[in-house]
Each structure stands twice: as structure tokens, then as C-alpha cells.
């Protein structure tokens, strides 16, 4: 059974840093696209990073380039997303989801995340000082 479980959210100040975690179990983690995505109260959800399998190319939304980075550790089954310089405006829930279907790339229009199957609950974030 695919099961993804978010975690590392929290309250930090702006300009601090939160390192997320995305635990997977039921499948070989590296064999799929992983992108992490985020929905602030009123607002739609919003493709935050993805990683595509095996070779691990990436990819950032305009608004976190530069401040964000998404990794992978097969052996721990887990990925990452390392958010540095935060903003208040980056105060969302953030949610990690899995393609349906085994070595693809973070394909275009991935942002949308029409392509993802399987979802995490997510973790709150929340930049206030």
C-alpha cells in the first residue's frame, strides 16, 4: 500500500528555515516523481519542488527558487525539502504526492499536480514572527 507521511512543519520567524520530510512506504521510492506542493487558506494549491526518478533532476516553482531544495535518500526512504529565508507569504499547508506511473520526470505543467496519485496529509508551516 503507498503511504506517504509528511512531517518537520512548524511555527519559525521570518528569515528562518524548516526542513520537511516525506516518508515513503509500499513502493521503491527512487523508481517515482516526487513533488511537494502547498494551499494556503483561500488560496489554490501550488507546486512548491518536484524530483523525478532515478537520476533526480529537479525542478522549483519561481517563488521558492533559490530559497528551497529538494533532495531524496533512498536508503531512508524519505525526501526532503530544505526552505530557507522564509516569508510569511510561504505560511501554507505543504503536502508531498507520488506519479501514478514508475520512471518519469517532472513533466511539464507538474506545478498543476494533475499528475500526482497518491498524497500525503500534509504538514503545516507557518512564518510569523
Known amino acids: 500500500q503507498v503511504q506517504l507521511v509528511e512531517s518537520g512543519g512548524g511555527l519559525v520567524q521570518p528569515g528562518g528555515s524548516l526542513r520537511l520530510s516525506c516518508a515513503a512506504s509500499g513502493f521503491t521510492l527512487d523508481y517515482y516523481a516526487i513533488g511537494w506542493f502547498r494551499q494556503a487558506p483561500g488560496k489554490e494549491r501550488e507546486g512548491v519542488s518536484c524530483?523525478?526518478?532515478?537520476?533526480?533532476?529537479?525542478d522549483y516553482a519561481d517563488s521558492v527558487k533559490g530559497r528551497v531544495t529538494i533532495s531524496r535518500d533512498n536508503a531512508k526512504k524519505t525526501v526532503y525539502l530544505q526552505m530557507n529565508s522564509l516569508k510569511p507569504e510561504d505560511t501554507a499547508v505543504y503536502y508531498c504526492a507520488r506519479v501514478p506511473r514508475m520512471f518519469t520526470g517532472c513533466v511539464l505543467g507538474w506545478g498543476s499536480g494533475a499528475d500526482f496519485g497518491s498524497w500525503g496529509q500534509g504538514t503545516q508551516v507557518t512564518v510569523s514572527s
Open positions: 524530483i523525478s526518478s532515478i537520476v533526480g533532476g529537479t
